[in-house]
C-alpha cells in the first residue's frame, strides 16, 4: 500500500528584508519539525522551505503550514494553490491561532495554540474522512516531547534551535508569548533535553526559549543543571540564547552558561527610560531598575559572554528626541550587539486591540497588509510624531546605530569587556546582520579575524 504524503511549507515573506539574512541569522523550522515527527509512520513527511528555495508546486495528500503575521501572506497564497487543487490544507503557528476566523477563510483546518496535543487525532480524522474545521491545542506539560525531524531541515541552516520551556508570566504590552504559549513557565526536563542535544550535529545552536532561566529560584538551578549537564556529557556547542535582566542574579548561572558554551545573550532592555517601560508593562525591568543595566551588562562580561541587547522604538511615550537618546544608550552603555526595533501592534497583544480601538493603524487591508508587520516599518500612528518623520528618524538611527567605523570599535571595546575573542565576535557579525536586515543590503560582514588580528571565528 502506498503512502500518504504530508507536505510541511515554511513560507517566506518577500516584502521584508528577509533575502538579506545570511544562513546564521536564520534559524530552521523548529515547530514542522516537531508536526513531522508526530506523523505516524505510514505518512511520508517533506518539508518546503522558503528561506532556500520558492514553492513549487508538489502533490500532496495533506498540507500543512506555519506562519506568523509577516509571512501569513505567502502562506495564504500557497494554501489557495492547494485549495484550487482540492488538496487539504491546514495552517497553524501564532498569526492563525489569533485570528482563526481569517485564516479559516484560506484553508481547511486552522489549529490553534500548541499542536502537539491534536496532531495524531487530526491525521486520525483525515485518514477517517472527518476532518474538522478547527482543532485547538492544549497547553501540555513539557514532558517525553518528540524529538524534532531534523532530518527534514534544509542542510545550510548554521544554527541548530532547540527549545527547553514554553510560556511567560509576564505580560508586556507588545509580546503575544503569554497569549499564545500561556502564562505558565513550563520547562523540560533536563536529561531529555541533553538527550536532544546530542542528536545535534551542528556546532552552533540557537536556545529559542523566550526565557531560559525563567523567573524563579526553581528555573535557574534548572538552567544551572542544564549546562552543567552539557559540560558533564561533553556536548561542545558554541550557542546563545534569550534571557531577562535577571540572568545576572545568580553568577552561577553564567558561570556554567559559559563553561558550557554561550557566547550571546538576547535580553529584552525596549527603554533606558522608565515611562516607555511602563508603556510596555515591562515589570521586570522596571523592578530590577534602570540605573542597575550597567551592572548586569558587566556580570556577564565578566564570564566572557556577550550582551544583545533588544530596544523598542515607536512608543507613545516616545519623542524623537527620546529615539535618539535610546540610540546614544544603546551606544554608550555597555551592550555589544544592539537589536533596534519598531514596535509593531501584532494581532492578539493588548498594544494591537489598544491601536485598533484607537484608530491608529495605518496598515489595514487585511491580510495583504499583514506583510508590513516585520518590525521595521511603522505600521501606527506614534503619538508624538507624524509616521514619516518618525521613519527618517528611524533610518538615521540605524544608521548611526550601524555604523562601519563604530561597530569596529564596538567590538573592540567587548574583546575588552569578555576577553572573549568568540563572544565579541558573535556580537560584531550579529550588529552587522542587523545592519544589512535595517538596510535591506545583503554587504558581506567584514572578516573580523582581521580586526581581532587572527583570532576568533563564529565557525
Ligand atoms: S516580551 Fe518576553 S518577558 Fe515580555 S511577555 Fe513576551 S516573552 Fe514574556
Not at 487543487?85 to 500548541?114: C, L, R
Not at 501540555?140 to 518528540?146: A, I, R, T
Not at 522608565?274 to 523592578?287: C, R
Not at 518590525?375 to 548611526?400: C, R
Request: proline content about 5%; glycine content about 6%.
Amino acid at each position: 500500500m502506498s503512502k500518504n504524503k504530508l507536505i510541511l511549507i515554511n513560507p517566506f515573506n518577500q516584502h521584508t528584508k528577509q533575502g538579506t539574512y545570511d544562513t546564521h541569522t536564520i534559524s530552521p523550522p523548529l515547530a514542522l519539525g516537531i508536526i513531522a515527527a508526530l506523523t505516524p509512520k505510514n505518512w511520508d513527511v517533506e518539508i518546503i522551505d522558503e528561506n532556500f528555495e520558492e514553492f513549487a508546486f508538489t502533490d500532496a495528500d495533506l498540507v500543512g503550514i506555519t506562519a506568523v503575521t509577516a509571512n501569513v501572506n505567502r502562506a495564504y497564497e500557497i494554501a489557495s494553490l492547494y485549495k484550487e487543487s482540492n488538496i487539504p490544507t491546514i495552517i497553524g503557528g501564532i498569526h492563525a491561532s489569533m485570528v482563526p476566523d481569517e485564516a479559516e477563510k484560506y484553508v481547511e483546518v486552522v489549529v490553534i495554540g500548541e499542536a502537539e496535543s491534536i496532531w495524531k487525532i487530526l491525521i486520525s480524522d483525515f485518514e477517517n474522512g472527518r476532518l474538522k474545521k478547527r482543532y485547538d491545542g492544549e497547553l501540555l506539560p513539557m514532558k517525553n516531547m518528540p524529538l524534532p525531524r531534523r532530518d527534514l531541515f534544509h542542510p545550510n541552516y548554521s544554527y541548530a534551535n532547540i527549545q527547553t520551556t514554553r510560556g511567560c508570566p509576564m505580560k508586556c504590552d507588545f509580546c503575544s508569548v503569554h497569549t499564545f504559549n500561556g502564562s505558565q513557565y513550563r520547562q523540560r526536563p533536563v536529561e531529555e533535553v541533553l538527550d536532544e542535544l546530542e542528536t545535534i550535529p551542528q556546532d552552533l545552536v540557537y536556545f529559542v526559549d523566550d526565557n531560559i532561566i525563567g523567573y524563579s529560584k526553581q528555573s535557574a538551578e534548572r538552567a544551572i543543571s542544564l549546562f552543567k549537564g552539557m559540560i558533564e556529557r561533553g556536548i561542545k556547542k558554541d550557542w546563545y540564547c534569550q534571557a531577562s535582566l535577571n540572568v545576572a542574579d545568580n553568577e552561577d548561572v553564567l558561570k556554567y552558561a559559559a563553561e558550557s558554551g554561550c557566547r550571546l545573550i538576547l535580553i529584552g532592555i525596549e527603554s533606558e527610560k522608565e515611562e516607555q517601560l511602563q508603556e510596555a508593562n515591562k515589570k521586570l525591568n522596571l523592578k530590577m531598575g534602570i540605573e542597575n543595566y550597567q551592572e548586569v551588562f558587566d556580570r556577564i562580561h565578566k564570564y566572557g559572554i556577550s550582551v544583545l541587547g533588544a530596544l523598542i522604538y515607536g512608543l507613545d511615550s516616545d519623542s524623537i528626541e527620546d529615539l535618539y537618546d535610546r540610540t546614544r544608550f544603546a551606544i554608550d552603555s555597555g551592550m555589544d550587539a544592539m537589536q533596534a526595533t519598531i514596535v509593531t501592534p501584532l494581532p492578539g497583544t493588548g498594544l494591537y486591540k489598544r491601536m485598533q480601538k484607537e484608530n491608529r493603524l495605518t496598515y489595514t487591508n487585511y491580510p495583504e497588509d499583514w506583510k508590513y508587520y516585520h518590525f521595521l516599518e511603522a505600521v501606527h500612528k506614534p503619538l508624538k510624531m507624524n509616521p514619516d518623520e518618525f521613519m527618517e528618524a528611524m533610518l538615521e538611527n540605524w544608521s548611526i546605530m550601524y555604523d562601519d567605523k563604530l561597530l569596529k570599535k564596538k567590538m573592540l571595546r567587548s574583546l575588552k569587556a569578555t576577553r572573549s575573542p568568540k563572544a565579541a565576535t558573535w556580537a560584531y557579525l550579529s550588529n552587522v546582520e542587523r545592519h544589512n536586515i535595517c538596510f535591506g543590503d545583503s554587504k558581506p560582514p567584514l572578516d573580523p579575524n582581521v580586526l581581532l588580528g587572527g583570532v576568533g571565528n563564529r565557525e
